[in-house]
């Protein structure tokens, strides 16, 4: 909850005391003395119109000071509330999400609007990739707050001989590493990009629309309503899609998309380690050609009949005609050593190992997909030795096994995504072990690339 009536109480304090103290002025000379003393004294109760209309055109009227210049400051005084304004509303990142677990905070620190602000400020957070991480770590705890720590000072040095580290040899608790995040650095960040765009929509929005009719005490109001329609609808939004076009800051949107899409922890405990795998080779014909050599001392003639019968026999094959062919068509084929074999369907159920299922379909990447050039032979057939084998069936055994391993066909898994779901569970568990690699590499990658970064190439950029 922002009050910023309170926040600016200090401030307009001292700016009144030194005008009046740099002249010869005394309090009775610019207003009521009461009303004087209690704007010097800071003295302020929420909700009251600490200063009014009146007093405040005195001071302006009397020094030649706008009142803008009186409540807000100078442009300097501006952009450092501005940014302490951004840092109160930035800090929500490290909050449990509100909406939901509201109960963890004590009654009343959160109204809606900070609900709403959460969401925009947690959003431009999650441009850092590390964010995203340490924050569905925080989501799987019970804590109410991240830890955060400043990583400039998350160092050893030696005072009198001894290590000491600043963030962290006064902390009560130990620091979740798990959750922990560099809020200050983050913020920073963002406020250099969006600073001016702030700027002039606070000024536009707040500070030129409260002096026609000045109530001090209307502040917050006008700035909750700045807040809902100028920075959470418009600035937020414009802002997130800028960070979305740049390689570097738009690294931490996929990272969140990555874990809020794919990453999924919550797995129950299967013991099972086979999968049942269910082969079923339909009935069919193969084809196959005699010795050359065999045909050797066919004359001309033959030998051309013979050629357009092997293409007349792969396009029979090619076309599944061959159950068409008459017992006196078969025999001229084969009189020239051209063999159609009868296969007999195959139905069979094995136990599989998943991971065997799961790293085989991993490393079949040059299978079942189009492609230019030819696969390396070794890819397309394995070479094996004849020697092992005790007949050609088993050779033509391994071959289709090996065919359908490769290349995942004739298989399926009976109750797929139902009762034999297993494999879908294996599977999320080796994606969750390659996302978490892949995300601490992009946070790494992130992390060095924005220390190339200059503050006046922040500001650029937002411009």
């Known amino acids: 909850m922002i009050d910023l009536e309170e926040k600016l109480v200090s401030k307009i304090a001292e700016r009144c005391e030194n005008l009046r103290k740099n002249t010869t002025y005394r309090q009775d000379d610019i ?14 109760a929420s909700g009251d119109n600490f200063i009014t209309d009146t007093v405040l055109e005195s001071y302006s009227a009397i020094f030649n000071i706008s009142k803008e210049e009186i409540i807000f400051g100078n442009e300097e005084e501006i952009e450092k509330l501005l940014e302490e304004l951004f840092e109160d509303l930035f800090r929500l990142i490290s909050r449990r999400p509100l909406d939901t677990d509201m109960s963890y905070y004590r009654e009343g620190a959160y109204n809606a609007l900070d609900v709403e602000v959460q969401k925009a400020v947690v959003n431009l957070a999650s441009s850092f990739a590390e964010y995203n991480l340490q924050r569905y770590n925080f989501l799987n705890t019970k804590e109410p707050f991240m830890d955060c720590v400043n ?8 005072v009198n001989g001894k290590a000491v580290n600043i963030e962290r040899d006064w902390r009560s608790e130990p620091i979740n590493e798990k959750t922990v995040i560099d ?3 983050m913020s920073e960040k963002i406020w250099l990009i969006c600073k001016y765009k702030l700027i002039r929509s606070f000024k536009n929005s707040v500070i ?27 600035i937020v939004p414009e802002l997130i899609e800028k960070l979305k076009s740049n390689s570097i800051l738009k690294i931490g949107y996929m990272v969140k998309n990555l874990i809020d899409e794919f990453l999924n922890e919550n797995l129950s405990d299967s013991f099972q380690k086979t999968i049942p795998i269910q082969t079923i080779r339909p009935k069919h014909y193969e084809l196959s050609f005699g010795n050359n050599a065999s045909f050797s001392n066919l004359s001309k003639d033959e030998e051309i009949k013979r050629n357009e019968l092997i293409l007349e026999a792969m396009t029979i094959a090619q076309n599944g005609r061959i159950l068409d062919l008459k017992s006196d068509e ?6 020239y050593g051209i063999y159609f074999k009868e296969i007999p369907e195959i139905k069979m159920t094995r136990e599989v190992d998943i991971d065997a299922i799961i790293n085989q379909a991993i490393i079949s990447k040059n299978f079942n997909k189009t492609r230019a050039e030819f696969l390396p032979s070794v890819e397309v057939s394995p070479i094996i030795k004849t020697s092992n084998f005790e007949s050609e069936d088993d050779i033509r055994a391994f071959y289709d096994d090996w065919h359908d391993s490769t290349r995942f066909a004739n298989m399926n898994i009976p109750g797929y995504l139902t009762n034999n ?6 599977w999320q568990q080796r994606l969750n072990e390659e996302i978490s690699e892949s995300v601490e590499v992009f946070i790494i990658i992130q992390n060095n690339l924005l220390k190339l970064l200059t503050d006046e190439e922040l500001i650029k950029f937002g411009k």
């Open 208 to 234: 030129n629309n409260s002096f026609d009719e000045f109530k001090y005490s209307i502040i917050n109001h006008n700035v909750n309503i700045w807040i809902k329609n100028q920075f959470i609808n418009i």
């Open 31 to 44: 207003a009521d003395k009461a009303s004087i003393s209690k704007i010097e004294n800071a003295k302020y």
């Open 183 to 185: 809020q200050s650095y």
């Open 330 to 335: 078969l025999d001229e084929y084969e009189r």
């Open 421 to 426: 779901s297993q494999i879908s569970q294996r």
């Open 151 to 158: 990583k400039e000072f998350d160092c050893y040095i030696y």
